[in-house]
């Protein structure tokens, strides 16, 4: 169990999602102390305990997303397992799904009946398009939603195809966090009121916030503006100051000195000072200065500019490639990787831990599948026999 002192010791959240939004919200919270349960289908549990790479049969997917939690095997599409899990709600505060708009109340099991059971139940619904609007049941993935909130085609080079993100930004971003942030005002909000709420978390909206800076911008001149351009504006590649720069061995360079001082302090380090003048200009001044840049950069090896540019002043980064990041000093000094030995499968592994910690994180393997669901059960008053034709 979490230990007494965690952030979130105490907090109970009963886990219905599938795939990776719903799932890494959960893990931030059971990292910081909740009690996570996870309901799985009992035939073949959660889609990513199959997806490859496996190790030992096991979907390196699923043990990345499931430590510090509990699994549940019900089926919710029977009368036992919807009544089952209509008898656990009121043991736990908050509930996170992620099905289709409208899939849970088909299952006998809406917001609107849990609310019954626990008035006081946080209810949190992650959905592709969101719980309202004419694109509500649409099937999607991340790159669709990032397409749709038009991240997709603002990141390329001008005149060029869209940049293919290669993370799940929607997923993640407009997911996981958007949810996390939904859960903890909801519950702060009910230590007010004694009531829970609806969550409704749409990953396209929250893809839609990663332009926040950029649409505010163009919101605000109205008519006078102009539409946002792929590969033309300051901070996805307009500026020479604000750029990626290939090395003379195939490498990159993330130049991000984007105020003059920072700028100016490359340039000087470069030997060519004068290259500050224009790089604020526009049009064809800036492509000069870009364009010098990329012809110094070309000339060295990633090694010559990792130390030539090492300095704090410079807003310079080599772009990891490949496992380089797990040898990152300053990650490593952070301790995002953390090593356990993981008794109850034999192996050793390396965990990546999510980013928000408030003190040590209980490092505690992931469930197989229903390993849970005789204590879950028994702890939400089932007796021995109604625990035995439920599993059976």
């Given at each position: 169990?979490?230990?007494?002192?965690?952030?979130?010791?105490?907090?109970?959240?009963?886990?219905?999602?599938?795939?990776?939004?719903?799932?890494?919200?959960?893990?931030?919270?059971?990292d910081l102390g909740a009690t996570v349960d996870t309901v799985e289908d009992p035939d073949v549990g959660d889609a990513t305990r199959h997806m490859p790479p496996h190790r030992d049969g096991?979907?390196?997917?699923?043990?990345?997303?499931?430590?510090?939690?509990?699994?549940?095997?019900?089926?919710?599409?029977?009368?036992?397992?919807?009544?089952?899990?209509?008898?656990?709600?009121?043991?736990?505060?908050?509930?996170?799904?992620?099905?289709?708009?409208?899939?849970?109340?088909?299952?006998?099991?809406?917001?609107?009946?849990?609310?019954?059971?626990?008035?006081?139940?946080?209810?949190?619904?992650?959905?592709?398009?969101?719980?309202?609007?004419?694109?509500?049941?649409?099937?999607?993935?991340?790159?669709?939603?990032?397409?749709?909130?038009?991240?997709?085609?603002?990141?390329?080079?001008?005149?060029?195809?869209?940049?293919?993100?290669?993370?799940?930004?929607?997923?993640?971003?407009?997911?996981?966090?958007?949810?996390?942030?939904?859960?903890?005002?909801?519950?702060?909000?009910?230590?007010?009121?004694?009531?829970?709420?609806?969550?409704?978390?749409?990953?396209?909206?929250?893809?839609?916030?990663?332009?926040?800076?950029?649409?505010?911008?163009?919101?605000?001149?109205?008519?006078?503006?102009?539409?946002?351009?792929?590969?033309?504006?300051?901070?996805?590649?307009?500026?020479?100051?604000?750029?990626?720069?290939?090395?003379?061995?195939?490498?990159?360079?993330?130049?991000?000195?984007?105020?003059?001082?920072?700028?100016?302090?490359?340039?000087?380090?470069?030997?060519?000072?004068?290259?500050?003048?224009?790089?604020?200009?526009?049009?064809?001044?800036?492509?000069?200065?870009?364009?010098?840049?990329?012809?110094?950069?070309?000339?060295?090896?990633?090694?010559?500019?990792?130390?030539?540019?090492?300095?704090?002043?410079?807003?310079?980064?080599?772009?990891?490639?490949?496992?380089?990041?797990?040898?990152?000093?300053?990650?490593?000094?952070?301790?995002?990787?953390?090593?356990?030995?993981?008794?109850?499968?034999?192996?050793?592994?390396?965990?990546?831990?999510?980013?928000?910690?408030?003190?040590?994180?209980?490092?505690?393997?992931?469930?197989?599948?229903?390993?849970?669901?005789?204590?879950?059960?028994?702890?939400?008053?089932?007796?021995?026999?109604?625990?035995?034709?439920?599993?059976?």
């Amino acid at each position: 169990m979490p230990e007494p002192s965690a952030p979130l010791a105490g907090l109970r959240v009963l886990d219905l999602s599938r795939l990776l939004p719903g799932p890494y919200a959960t893990l931030v919270l059971a990292d910081l102390g909740a009690t996570v349960d996870t309901v799985e289908d009992p035939d073949v549990g959660d889609a990513t305990r199959h997806m490859p790479p496996h190790r030992d049969g096991e979907g390196a997917l699923y043990y990345g997303l499931h430590r510090n939690k509990r699994s549940l095997a019900l089926n919710l599409k029977t009368p036992e397992g919807r009544d089952a899990l209509l008898r656990l709600v009121p043991h736990y505060d908050v509930l996170v799904e992620s099905f289709r708009p409208g899939v849970m109340d088909k299952l006998g099991v809406g917001e609107a009946v849990l609310r019954q059971k626990n008035p006081r139940l946080i209810y949190c619904a992650i959905s592709g398009y969101g719980q309202t609007g004419p694109d509500r049941l649409k099937a999607g993935h991340d790159l669709n939603y990032v397409a749709r909130a038009g991240l997709l085609g603002y990141g390329g080079e001008a005149g060029g195809a869209p940049a293919f993100p290669g993370v799940q930004m929607a997923d993640i971003g407009g997911g996981s966090l958007f949810a996390l942030v939904g859960i903890l005002a909801a519950l702060h909000e009910r230590e007010r009121t004694g009531v829970g709420r609806a969550v409704d978390v749409s990953m396209t909206d929250g893809a839609l916030a990663f332009l926040h800076l950029h649409l505010a911008s163009r919101l605000f001149m109205g008519s006078e503006g102009t539409p946002l351009r792929r590969g033309s504006e300051a901070l996805n590649g307009g500026y020479p100051s604000y750029g990626l720069y290939r090395t003379a061995d195939e490498r990159w360079l993330a130049v991000g000195a984007l105020e003059p001082k920072f700028f100016g302090a490359l340039c000087a380090k470069l030997g060519r000072p004068e290259l500050l003048e224009d790089a604020y200009m526009g049009g064809e001044a800036s492509a000069r200065v870009k364009a010098e840049l990329t012809r110094i950069f070309a000339s060295e090896p990633l090694a010559h500019w990792r130390e030539q540019l090492s300095g704090a002043e410079f807003c310079v980064e080599p772009v990891a490639e490949g496992d380089e990041v797990l040898a990152d000093p300053q990650l490593r000094a952070r301790g995002l990787f953390a090593e356990t030995d993981d008794a109850q499968r034999g192996i050793r592994v390396t965990h990546l831990l999510t980013p928000l910690r408030m003190g040590d994180v209980a490092l505690r393997p992931p469930p197989t599948l229903g390993q849970h669901s005789r204590v879950i059960l028994e702890d939400a008053g089932f007796t021995a026999e109604e625990i035995s034709r439920l599993i059976a």
